[in-house]
């Protein structure tokens, strides 16, 4: 073999290891699961929208439009009431409730537009929650295009404003049940994705950060040995842990601080053309959610860290500590990218114990939950993170006081394969 | 009172047997040194008495406290320096000493880091960072940092491995300084005149057994030797 051959297969094997391969492959995976996701939702979109109408009118042009929207949609209302409108087209999980005014073909006929008044139906603020109301949407344009031509096919009028533009369309949306009269879905999406993504982006931001802090600090003091004067010195095995984990935690908390601060600033600049005042609809935070929403994100930073000291244990040296954050990182990432498709309250039950299962997904949950006045939830994720925090430290601690910490893990000769070769710690040189 | 009394310790990795009920003990103020091949078991040894590793079975004592139920007292009287051991290389190695200093706080700490100070003979540098130091600096360092506590036991694995003549005849002179202020000392060396220059007694360990143990002169009587290193080939052979 070459030099070259010889010295790349020497990095091939250290660099393709299983620690390296195995969480790449898992994030792959999730990935695939989320593309099948979405292409669940496009074949959603391909269905016919489900909606109400109400027609006030009784022109034979709102009839033909009553007609067309019929054709081209599920109508599960057709009725005169709009609050049971409303209240039959959530029960189906509908998109949108059509009101077709009661002067819709007299304003056609005096060549103005007719005023059809649409109340969307948001049930989160997710990618994929806007996808109902966007197939709704097309089928408005599609009965506009409808009604156009018409118009010029039986000569109704020759005004091209009217022509070009018969309806009149004004936005409303029903969000979470907080009725949001001028308000389009799109507007709501700007501000909720606005306010949205602070959070999961410190959570992931911070958890790569100061997680990585702890395994490679483990990596390093094993690698310079420092690790086993540490352990020899008369400090309990708790202080060492929590030493290591409450220097690492106000490391995250200061890098927290300053991401704020600067996607703060950063998501401002985005979202200052939105005039959308979510507050005025009683959508907002107040300074108890907020210590809520910092407690949670105080708990994740815990939850990560004790998770990296686990993995730090394992750890052989600095060069294995770097491949080592991986499932941590990964762990992060899923609630960002999922509760970033879809609101958590509109995810699959299946989907809502796994997201929730992720200790980094609650302060990311508690924001949005806190907006609309749901505590239970979030009480619930921060008592899920204490006992997930406590869980880990105690291992931690348990795993500090084994030889594990120095021998690590790695298959005895002497061990059989499977589960075994987990627990048997090596010789030490 | 023994300073250490080992007694039938067995240490098992998994199915390997790498200490196969070793006995033995060292009076206070003793130089006891333990010699052997690569992989007898010294490193197991002196790990599991520094209370790094576990035991799985046997009984050991350090300064009359049981190692398995009185682990935090053993550790406030003992020193451990690993064969290897480094530094936190981005402190200054002034900082290292009052960085370990500060886990001594019911002893005068101030005096501690002057015999620190004084044992590492390092001058200024101890105002440099600890990355910047030779191999042997940084041998003083922690040998400093061992010592400097006033342990009544001091567990030294190799301690003068990959240093030069004079940095390890320096080293060896402050540990000899040191036990005869009434420190136990308890080491392993492959260098059987480090041995033979320092230890009061020593154990001969191989495949996990001690197979001799006596003073360096009543072992070179007994197998007829005119050095340990003679004595060390004879009866590992």
């Known amino acids: 073999m070459s030099s070259l051959g010889n010295i790349m297969k020497k990095e091939i094997r250290e660099l393709l290891t299983p620690g390296t391969l195995i969480p790449i492959i898992i994030f792959a995976i999730i990935f695939g699961s989320l593309g099948n996701a979405f292409g669940g939702a496009t074949e959603k979109f391909d269905d016919p929208p489900i909606i109400g109408i109400i027609n006030q009118d009784g022109s034979a042009i709102s009839k033909l439009v009553y007609a067309d929207f019929t054709a081209r949609s599920n109508v599960v209302y057709n009725g005169t009431d709009f609050q049971e409108g409303i209240d039959v087209v959530m029960a189906n999980d509908g998109a949108a409730l059509f009101v077709i005014s009661d002067n819709f073909g007299q304003n056609i006929s005096e060549n103005k537009s007719g005023v059809i008044q649409v109340y969307w139906i948001m049930n989160g603020a997710g990618l994929m929650d806007s996808f109902t109301s966007a197939s709704a949407d097309v089928v408005l344009q599609a009965v506009t295009m409808d009604l156009s031509r018409a118009l010029i096919d039986t000569h109704y009028t020759d005004n091209s404003t009217v022509i070009l533009s018969p309806i009149n369309a004004t936005q409303n949306t029903i969000f979470k049940g907080t009725q949001m009269d001028g308000v389009s879905p799109g507007m709501i999406s700007a501000v909720m994705t606005g306010q949205g993504f602070i959070v999961p982006l410190i959570v992931v931001m911070v958890v790569i950060y100061a997680g990585s802090m702890v395994v490679t600090s483990m990596g390093s003091e094993k690698e310079n040995k420092t690790l086993e004067t540490l352990l020899t010195l008369p400090v309990r095995r708790t202080s060492i842990v929590f030493g290591k984990l409450a220097g690492a935690a106000i490391v995250g908390l200061i890098l927290a601080a300053i991401y704020m601060v600067g996607l703060g600033y950063y998501m401002n600049s985005l979202t200052s053309g939105a005039s959308l005042d979510l507050a005025q609809y009683g959508i907002s935070l107040s300074i108890f959610d907020y210590v809520l929403v910092g407690i949670s994100l105080f708990l994740s930073l815990l939850s990560a860290l004790a998770l990296c000291m686990i993995l730090g244990i394992f750890t052989k040296n600095y060069k294995a500590a770097q491949t080592m954050t991986l499932p941590v990182t990964m762990l992060a990432l899923i609630p960002m990218f999922v509760l970033m498709f879809s609101d958590f309250d509109t995810l699959p039950p299946l989907a809502q114990v796994l997201v929730f299962a992720i200790p980094f997904s609650q302060p990311i949950i508690a924001i949005n939950s806190l907006m609309f006045g749901e505590v239970a939830i979030v009480l619930l994720g921060i008592a899920y993170e204490v006992a997930f925090a406590l869980a880990t430290m105690f291992i931690a601690v348990y795993l500090f006081k084994k030889d594990i910490l120095l021998t690590g893990r790695v298959k005895s000769a002497h061990s059989k394969k499977g589960w075994r070769s987990f627990l048997v710690p090596r010789k030490p040189k | ?237």
Request: charged letters at 25%.
């Open chain 2, 1 to 237: 009172m023994a300073a250490i009394e080992v007694h039938d310790l067995v240490k098992k990795y998994g199915e390997l047997e790498a200490l196969r009920g070793i006995t033995f003990s060292v009076s206070e103020g003793e130089v006891f040194g333990l010699i052997g091949p690569n992989g007898a078991g010294k490193t197991t040894t002196l790990r599991v008495l520094a209370t790094l590793l576990e035991v799985t079975s046997g009984e050991v004592k350090i300064g009359g406290y049981d190692l398995v139920k009185q682990a935090d007292q053993v550790r406030k009287i003992i020193s451990y320096l690993p064969e290897d051991a480094g530094a936190y290389k981005n402190m200054k190695g002034i900082d290292y000493l009052k960085f370990i200093a500060n886990f001594f706080n019911d002893q005068n700490t101030k005096e501690m880091l002057e015999r620190g100070i004084k044992v590492a003979n390092l001058g200024e540098r101890l105002d440099d960072r600890i990355d910047t130091y030779s191999k042997g600096m940084q041998r003083r360092l922690l040998v400093a940092r061992a010592l400097m506590i006033r342990p009544k036991l001091a567990i030294l694995d190799e301690l003068t491995t990959g240093l030069d003549v004079l940095n390890a005849q320096a080293i060896r002179k402050t540990v000899k300084e040191t036990a005869r202020q009434g420190t136990t000392v308890l080491l392993s060396s492959h260098n059987m005149l480090e041995v033979e220059l320092m230890c009061d007694r020593i154990a001969l360990i191989n495949d996990g057994r001690i197979v001799a143990t006596g003073s360096p002169q009543e072992l070179k009587a007994k197998y007829n030797a005119s050095n340990i290193e003679d004595v060390f080939v004879e009866v590992v052979r």
